[in-house]
């Protein structure tokens, strides 16, 4: 049976990150609040397991995966589900482990990408609390971007797996679900503050090469260039805000 | 061999999650930074494995947990490695990952709480910030604190395996890593915002007989009585600024 990912139907957000592993390892889903009412799907559906009291285990928010009686939310989760299953980590437990940790960290990364327009809270607009934005993303421009950056390169520098010439891999010499999710960063990255991007990237080749291989992956590539693939925009956690970007 | 954790010496943070499972296990560790240099312990044991070249998967920050060779960073994946070890998590997968799940969302509350005080970044004091605190902490007493409580109430409702005038469990009838977790940080909110957790605690009974039957444990308790346990401070996660409780 398909998986069943449940996610806002118009962002990429936190689903991409999902998606982006579903995608790269060919796996059936349903992108169900993409989907039609009338088939059952639709955000009726997602509401279903966030609201409705009959749910044993209700997921907090989306994005969450169905997959039978399984109900898995938040997306750290969902990779330490899917991993194994798609054949997107290593076999043994201290890999595994080690996936999920830099996963975790990558969600960490993206909370602060988040919270670059919205420092006074998500349930304020943006155009309520620009000021502030304004100098916590100087602080992000100064001090975590490249601190995040270079502990990824690090991680790809020391990485046994990886050999001159190859795309590196963040973990064995196969690509993982938390390549994936750093490819997506990446991309984020270049499209919310490109100049920012730009300048931090250039001191991290390896995170680079990572990103430009995921990019050429035969899967990916067909799915970027596929309208399953929603576009950045303002909406979601990447915005290209031009005043943000120093 | 024991375990060790690696945290900062003189704060809760996050290394208290970890804390209060190997104490409710009774298990042996170390608290490396909290002891001494001449011990091979101290700041710089782990400074070792956050800076040194030599060390093949880093850590991005405290706490990690070092046990034998493996080095395992972010708390949620900490408590993953811990869990089975020290019987503080069902047996089944699927128990598994549904407590993991609830960390990770104990683990988005506690994000939340942390950017109270600190709505433009870790790199600013709060004094350079405290209009934006006001604003932000308004918006959580109103808006994050209730949905947050909410879930964690609505689980343990619908937990079958919680019986009337018993300590409520997160997941089945048996204490787990989320369940302490949890009690943390109704500890910390009492002790950060005392007026508005007050209220908002008053409409979730179940948040509060876990977090009393927790208290009562008898290793917890102990622990909770030892100089082990730090004090809250203005230094941690939960801060008492008493303009940010309204």
């Not at 139907?9 to 991409?16: N, V």
């Not at 798609?86 to 890999?95: N, R, Y």
């Not at 990446?186 to 100049?195: D, I, S």
Request: hydrophobic share 45%; proline share 7%.
């Amino acid at each position: 049976m398909a998986y069943q990912l449940h996610y806002w139907p118009t962002i990429q957000g936190r689903g991409e990150f999902v998606r982006l592993a579903l995608e790269a390892a060919g796996a059936a889903y349903l992108d169900v609040a993409r989907g039609d009412d009338a088939a059952g799907q639709g955000m009726g559906a997602m509401a279903h397991y966030l609201e409705d009291k009959a749910v044993p285990r209700p997921p907090f928010a989306c994005p969450f995966l169905v997959d039978g009686k399984r109900v898995i939310g938040q997306t750290a989760a969902i990779m330490l589900y899917l991993g194994p299953r798609l054949g997107l980590v290593g076999k043994s437990q201290a890999d595994r482990l080690w996936t999920h940790q830099i996963q975790l960290t990558i969600a960490d990364f993206v909370v602060e990408v988040h919270d670059l327009h919205h420092p006074l809270g998500a349930t304020l607009y943006y155009e309520d609390q620009k000021p502030e934005a304004l100098r916590r993303a100087a602080e992000f421009r100064k001090q975590r971007l490249p601190k995040f950056l270079a502990w990824f390169e690090a991680i790809l520098e020391r990485n046994p797996g990886n050999k001159p010439a190859r795309t590196p891999h963040l973990v064995g010499a196969k690509l993982s679900y938390a390549d994936l999710s750093l490819f997506q960063v990446v991309e984020g990255l270049h499209y919310a503050l490109p100049k920012a991007a730009k300048k931090a990237l250039k001191k991290t080749p390896a995170v680079v090469a990572l990103h430009d291989g995921v990019a050429r992956h035969k899967r990916i590539a067909a799915y970027l260039a596929s309208d399953r693939r929603l576009p950045f925009s303002e909406e979601g956690i990447f915005r290209r805000y031009p005043e943000l970007d120093g």
